[in-house]
């Protein structure tokens, strides 16, 4: 989906992909990108997000974690191939640690847990460098947050297959798409 014709986007603006599902959010957030001198083009799934890339590849991209059919970080990982100056921030609603490393691992900028808005997102983008001042959370994780990361990472290994995963974990599949819809509460 591209931006709406009567908004002036000119060639010489750095590119943008912005990958969601959400339609809604899509076009608020290619809207406040142009006002932030951003060229952006909107797609809803992995495979037209890679068919638009492999055409024009994006000097810049937002990828949300949960796509249909296919993980984001499928995503981040083809969007690098392409193009190894890509700067991509991963979106997600259901943040966890393994996804972040995961996303970071596959050439994620940077990994940022929704709500966000568009000055969050530009300065992930040139959030190259670690931070040595990163706050340390003294408290444990929860045992809600463990098994979480625990189902993510077993998901992540068995490349975000549903059933496969619940076979692994001896649940059954309605009971992990269940626990999936649940956030755990992170207080960092």
Known sequence: MTVPSKMAV????????????????????AKAMIKRGFSPHCEHTVELALKHANTD????????????ETSGLVLIEKLKQLDSGTRIVMLTGYAS??????????????????PVDADEIIAAFEHIDGNTEVK???HPLSVGQVEWEHIQRILIENRGNISITAKTLNMHRRTLQRKLQKRP????
């Open 10 to 29: 000119t060639e010489d603006l750095p590119s943008l992909l912005i990958a969601d599902d959400d339609l809604t959010f899509c076009s608020v957030l």
């Open 57 to 68: 590849p994006p000097e810049y991209a937002i990828v949300d974690l949960r796509l249909p």
């Open 136 to 138: 340390i959370n003294a």
């Open 185 to 188: 509460n992170y207080k960092i």
């Open 97 to 114: 640690i393994i996804t972040a490393v995961e996303a970071i691992k596959l050439g994620a900028t940077q990994y940022l847990a929704k």
